[in-house]
């Protein structure tokens, strides 16, 4: 009986990862045509990884929110905002490549500093908040941009964006997407964070317990006000790849970024009740969205029963979720 409950135990805190192996070994077996698998093609493989990225940096900062037991409504119209403001800055102002993506991440990390004071000082619930939020950046960003796109063409002189902002959408050895290798590097610097620093177990401490949290002499505050400002600049940094890879910023970008988001963290494992989750769920979960995306396109599903299956796998995410803690 022991064996069979370590079995059980094991099989839930692998469901993810079985999850997503399942998915790859369907993808593989039903993407062949004429004789050539569309799946398993490298090139199919690093879109993927390259659709996966915007997500999943998106992804990686809604992780800490969750953890905290809240939520942030408002990245994807951030992504509007940024992609609409860092091309506006580049094409119609002059700005270089680097005071750009400066002055990006800051507006990013602006909007993230009034949710987290609204939440935190005038004791809002984050759910209103970012969704108030979340209709400030969008009508700012259509203001910003009078209400259509911007769009970007590389090279020196006035109505140019710099060439070094290009290499966003380029691919190392022609095969490896730039986007894939910075989604890599913020997701292990940020389960680093999570697992080793003093900050990561505060955001544990507070999801977990709120008060106890606060007792024990943790500034709840001030670590959600940090976390919040980490999540719009990392929407901010997807907004930037997001532009570059369509040649544009617009201010209708980023809609229902946040629900992928959210459905990346919850299939990885992080609770939506706060207290529970990792950096490495959060890529398990990114990595099946991103997969299941690409199969159901590659068979010519329709779009909108693609967000049918996102809405169902949220649910089944956290019905899994709730039975773990029955058990």
């Not at 229902?256 to 529970?276: F, P």
Request: glycine fraction near 12%; aromatic fraction near 6%; proline fraction near 2%.
């Amino acid at each position: 009986m022991e064996n069979k409950a370590k079995v059980k135990t094991v099989l839930k805190q692998m469901q993810s990862v079985i999850a997503l192996v399942i998915i790859f070994v369907v993808a593989s077996t039903i993407c062949v045509k004429d004789g050539r698998n569309n799946f398993l093609d490298i090139r199919n493989l690093m879109n993927v990884l390259r659709a996966v990225s915007e997500n999943g940096i998106i992804a990686i900062g809604m992780t800490l929110i969750l953890i905290l037991g809240d939520i942030d409504l408002s990245v994807g119209s951030v992504v509007g905002l940024i992609s609409t403001g860092c091309a506006y800055l580049m094409v119609m102002s002059g700005f270089g490549f680097i005071p750009a993506v400066l002055t990006s991440l800051v507006i990013g990390g602006l909007f993230g500093l009034f949710n987290g004071l609204c939440i935190t000082k005038l004791h809002l619930q984050a759910f209103i908040v970012t969704l108030a939020s979340m209709n400030i950046a969008r009508g700012l960003a259509r203001f910003w941009a009078n209400g259509i796109g911007i769009p970007l063409a590389y090279g020196e002189g006035e109505g140019m964006a710099p060439p070094a902002f290009e290499v966003l959408q380029m691919r190392i050895g022609g095969v490896v997407p730039v986007p894939a290798i910075i989604f890599i590097v913020l997701l292990i610097i940020f389960q680093i964070i999570l697992s080793k620093t003093r900050f990561g177990r505060q955001v544990y401490a507070i999801g977990g317990n709120r008060q106890a949290a606060y007792l024990s002499g943790i500034k709840v505050d001030r670590i959600k006000i940090y976390a919040f400002v980490i999540c719009s600049m990392l929407a901010s940094v997807a907004a930037m790849i997001h532009a570059a890879q369509i040649s544009q910023g617009g201010p209708n970008e980023g809609q229902g970024y946040e629900l992928n988001a959210v459905a990346a963290c919850a299939i990885g494992g992080t609770s939506l009740a706060g207290g529970k989750g990792t950096m490495i769920g959060t890529l398990i979960g990114a990595l099946i969205l991103g997969m299941l995306d690409n199969v159901l396109g590659l068979k010519g599903v329709n779009s909108n029963l693609q967000l049918m299956v996102k809405g169902f796998l949220i649910i089944i995410a956290v019905f899994m979720q709730a039975d773990k803690v029955k058990d």
